[in-house]
């Protein structure tokens, strides 16, 4: 049974930064792509960054390019999001996610979630 348990979201002011952690059990952590996806009140679950199960590719949307980065530790089972120069639009809850296999860049490609971290950006 895939286990995915996020945990480093918060309240930060915008310009702030939070590493969000993403623990993972249940299937062999480094054969599979991770993710990191985000959802507003209101608004459709997006996708924010992927890695493939090296660490070598990684993808990321374009509202996060060159603010966020995504990276994995697979002695440790664990993914990251280093979340940097935060704005009061990236307030979401954060879902971890894993893929069915290599593929990191779209919502179709994964299939575990996590509960998701709340993380708030004050202006």
């Known amino acids: 049974q895939v286990q995915l348990v996020e945990s480093g979201g918060g309240l930060v002011q915008a310009g702030g930064s939070l590493r969000l952690s993403c623990a993972a059990s249940g299937r062999t952590f480094s054969t599979y792509a991770m993710g990191w996806f985000r959802q507003a009140p209101g608004k459709e679950r997006e996708f924010v960054a992927g890695i493939n199960w090296s660490g070598g590719r990684t993808a990321y949307a374009d509202s996060v390019k060159g603010r966020f980065t995504i990276s994995r530790d697979n002695a440790k089972n664990t993914a990251y999001l280093h979340m940097n120069s935060l704005k009061p639009e990236d307030t979401a809850v954060y879902y971890c996610?894993?893929?069915?296999?290599?593929?990191?860049?779209?919502?179709?490609?994964?299939?575990?979630w996590g509960q998701g971290t709340q993380v708030t950006v004050s202006s």
């Open positions: 996610a894993q893929g069915y296999g290599a593929g990191y860049n779209y919502l179709r490609d994964y299939g575990y």
